[in-house]
């Protein structure tokens, strides 16, 4: 029986590769993105469901959990593999930091709100996390929304090393129900990835540099791995990963403290949201 796949960020690079190569292999792959024409054309290659979410609009991102819970009774994998690297401090509709919105805060929002369909579905849950939380992150849990002080890289090293704490929590407060998460960091690929970004990181991303990234292909292959893998058997629920192997992460990550704070601070906000908008 096919097993059903939600990849976000599915409209292209490694999102879109991944999609790919585990529809080629019989799942039943369910695409989001945020570009109509490019998350269509996808879905037309591979005659997949779609979904349209813009991760900038919280409202979007319960709407699509919503959506998701009605038409699969059973969602086996999860891929939190949506977000990017942004420009200048943005503040997005729901008041919150753009980088933290679209990177941890609207994955924690899809994922706590598919919750119940995912422990019984004992589904895998992937986060797409990146070594820029080791080489970029000054994480601090009292300024989340980056209020205080802002760069471009350090905001995304800090959702990054969100992604981790994410899954490290989720690990700990469903695994014993049958839910298996990891992170991994996919290498740096040449894509689209960093479109919004600005200075350092836009260059770095630049069309010159891209013959010494790896493919979109080569980047997913982690994702692909941990999707068609069994957890337990062959990777290890709550650990990060890169080329197949976990990989060791900065103190701060692995902080577990840090996480329940993490998860406890994303609750609230939601919390917020969803008052706001009366759900």
Known sequence: ??????????????GAAAARMLAESGDQVVLVGRSPEKTMAVARELGADYFLADFTDLAQVRTLAVALA?????????????????????????????????????????????????????????????????????????????????????????????NILFTKELQRRYGKQGLNAAAFHPGIVGSNFAAESAGVIKLAYGVFSRRFMISPIQGADTLVWLATSPPVAEWTP????????????????????LAVQLWERSAAMIAVFEQADGV
Request: no cysteine.
């Open 1 to 14: 029986m096919p097993r059903t796949i939600v990849i976000t960020g599915a409209s292209d690079g490694i």
């Open 70 to 162: 009605r038409k699969y009774p059973r969602i086996d994998v999860l891929v939190n593999n949506a977000g990017g690297v942004m420009g200048p401090r943005e503040v997005t509709v729901d008041g919150h930091e753009k980088t933290f919105q679209v990177n941890h805060l609207a994955p924690f929002l899809l994922t706590t709100a598919l919750i119940e369909t995912l422990v019984a579905s004992r589904a895998t849950i992937i986060n797409t996390s990146s070594a820029a939380h080791r080489l970029m992150a000054k994480f601090d849990i009292d300024d989340l929304d980056a209020e205080k002080r802002y760069s471009a890289s350090v905001a995304y090293g800090n959702a990054k090393l969100a």
């Open 238 to 257: 709550g650990e990060y990963y890169f080329k197949r192997k976990v990989t060791k992460v900065t103190k701060t990550a692995a902080d577990s403290t």
